[in-house]
């Protein structure tokens, strides 16, 4: 089996992979610098290094003996880009051309990509198709097209992942692994945690949708990681494609609370507030691109995103 680096591996969708790639009996070695991500998170099959994106001779000593790199590391907070476009940049951006010159010093040229929806920006195509041009709205966003267009620029073979809102939770070896965010900002989890004191905030319920609030296509990361697996067994050589990933369908934010209370099987407490500047009515992403390469499909429901969520959260 190959070795294989992740970098950001501590992180919920990066120690996802890891476990899983452990699964499949790959070697891993996880590089994160446990700024956002949790050691104990890490898988214990998996090699472990600490390490910036920002420090080279880490990123030389993580890739020794390495084959392909599933590369997740990254400053990935919207507000904070706002307020930090600078240091996005230099994490991200600058952190990534590291890790690529790190990379051809071994000759590695095997890389899969965590991008982001956040590249297309606020569209009104749907579904967003890979053709849409990348018009982001925030530095995050930025960072990620900019990224993108590094990899392309830089005779890799390689996959970026685009992907719209990822949840659920992992059952790994070693325990659940979930989404553990302070302050948590996505939907699900929050649906969960809602209560009478707490309510969940509908952001505007006079959308033009079906039912007035905002529709969302959300990926259990289970499959999420599924797709990055094969996208590893699917690059082309010097060549960079980019791939969306999520259901091809969406939900709305009234359809998942409904989802919530059949599987808590209870009532979630709302309250209606005012839409938010930005937020665009629907983002659905093609997955036909995904189905055709990749061969792949998302297999997990949104009731199964919303369990495992309900039960990494009440191991927590």
């Given at each position: 089996?190959?070795?294989?680096?992740?970098?950001?591996?501590?992180?919920?969708?990066?120690?996802?992979?890891?476990?899983?790639?452990?699964?499949?009996?790959h070697e891993v070695v996880v590089f994160d610098d446990l700024s956002t991500g949790?050691?104990?998170?890490?898988?214990?099959?998996?090699?472990?290094?600490?390490?910036?994106?920002?420090?080279?001779?880490?990123?030389?000593?993580?890739?020794?003996?390495?084959?392909?790199?599933?590369h997740f590391a990254g400053k990935s907070l919207v507000g904070e880009s706002v307020?930090?476009?600078?240091?996005?940049?230099?994490?991200?951006?600058?952190?990534?051309?590291?890790?690529?010159?790190?990379?051809?010093?071994?000759?590695?040229?095997?890389?899969?990509?965590?991008?982001?929806?956040?590249?297309?920006?606020?569209?009104?195509?749907?579904?967003?198709?890979?053709?849409?041009?990348?018009?982001?709205?925030?530095?995050?966003?930025?960072?990620?097209?900019?990224?993108?267009?590094?990899?392309?620029?830089?005779?890799?073979?390689?996959?970026?992942?685009?992907?719209?809102?990822?949840?659920?939770?992992?059952?790994?070896?070693?325990?659940?692994?979930?989404?553990?965010?302070?302050?948590?900002?996505?939907?699900?989890?929050?649906?969960?945690?809602?209560?009478?004191?707490?309510?969940?905030?509908?952001?505007?319920?006079?959308?033009?949708?079906?039912?007035?609030?905002?529709?969302?296509?959300?990926?259990?990361?289970?499959?999420?990681?599924?797709?990055?697996?094969?996208?590893?067994?699917?690059?082309?050589?010097?060549?960079?494609?980019?791939?969306?990933?999520?259901?091809?369908?969406?939900?709305?934010?009234?359809?998942?609370?409904?989802?919530?209370?059949?599987?808590?099987?209870?009532?979630?407490?709302?309250?209606?507030?005012?839409?938010?500047?930005?937020?665009?009515?629907?983002?659905?992403?093609?997955?036909?691109?995904?189905?055709?390469?990749?061969?792949?499909?998302?297999?997990?429901?949104?009731?199964?995103?919303?369990?495992?969520?309900?039960?990494?959260?009440?191991?927590?």
């Amino acid at each position: 089996m190959a070795r294989i680096l992740v970098t950001g591996g501590a992180g919920y969708i990066g120690s996802t992979a890891s476990a899983m790639l452990a699964d499949l009996d790959h070697e891993v070695v996880v590089f994160d610098d446990l700024s956002t991500g949790h050691r104990e998170s890490v898988d214990p099959r998996v090699e472990f290094v600490e390490g910036s994106l920002l420090d080279p001779d880490a990123l030389r000593r993580a890739l020794v003996g390495v084959s392909a790199v599933i590369h997740f590391a990254g400053k990935s907070l919207v507000g904070e880009s706002v307020n930090k476009p600078d240091l996005y940049h230099h994490v991200n951006v600058d952190g990534t051309r590291n890790l690529i010159d790190a990379m051809k010093l071994y000759a590695i040229d095997k890389m899969v990509f965590s991008s982001s929806a956040a590249t297309y920006g606020s569209t009104s195509v749907t579904p967003i198709t890979e053709e849409i041009a990348g018009s982001p709205t925030n530095p995050y966003g930025q960072s990620k097209l900019d990224i993108d267009h590094l990899i392309s620029a830089s005779n890799l073979s390689a996959i970026s992942l685009r992907y719209f809102n990822v949840a659920g939770a992992h059952k790994s070896a070693s325990g659940w692994l979930a989404e553990r965010h302070d302050p948590e900002t996505h939907l699900i989890p929050n649906v969960i945690k809602a209560t009478e004191q707490n309510p969940l905030k509908i952001f505007g319920t006079d959308w033009p949708t079906a039912d007035g609030t905002c529709v969302r296509d959300y990926v259990h990361v289970v499959d999420l990681i599924d797709a990055h697996i094969k996208a590893l067994h699917n690059l082309m050589h010097g060549k960079h494609e980019i791939i969306n990933l999520g259901s091809g369908s969406g939900y709305s934010v009234k359809e998942v609370v409904v989802a919530a209370e059949r599987v808590l099987g209870r009532a979630v407490p709302v309250v209606q507030s005012e839409r938010r500047a930005g937020d665009p009515a629907t983002l659905v992403a093609s997955i036909k691109k995904a189905e055709e390469i990749l061969n792949w499909k998302p297999t997990k429901s949104l009731d199964e995103m919303i369990r495992d969520t309900q039960l990494a959260l009440n191991l927590a």
